[in-house]
Nanobody
């Protein structure tokens, strides 16, 4: 059974930083791409960043230069380091395997003064 568990969210002031973690189980982690997604209130879920099995990455334009996605295959974990956070980054953040339609509970990120 595939399972992804997100953690690391919280409340932060604009300009602050957070690091999200996603622990993956039930699949061959190292050969799969993993993405971070987010959903803000009243908006559709969107892809924030994705890391492929070869560690190549892609980012949404809105987070380029501020967020960094990395993976640790030994720990079956994907990270999202977020810097220079803005109020518009406020959302529930989820990780998932691209194409998978089951979602976890996510982790809330709130950026506010």
């Amino acid at each position: 059974q595939v399972r992804l568990v997100e953690s690391g969210g919280g409340f932060v002031q604009p300009g602050g930083s957070l690091r999200l973690s996603c622990v993956v189980s039930g699949i061959s982690f190292s050969i799969n791409a993993v993405g971070w997604f987010r959903q803000a209130p009243g908006k559709q879920r969107e892809l924030v960043a994705i890391i492929n099995s070869d560690r190549t990455t892609n980012y949404a334009d809105s987070v380029k230069g501020r967020f960094a996605i990395t993976r640790d295959n030994a720990k079956n974990t994907v990270y999202l380091q977020m810097h220079s956070l803005k109020p518009e980054d406020t959302a529930v953040y989820y990780c998932n395997i691209p194409g998978r339609t089951t979602w976890g509970q996510g982790t809330q990120v709130t950026v506010s003064s």
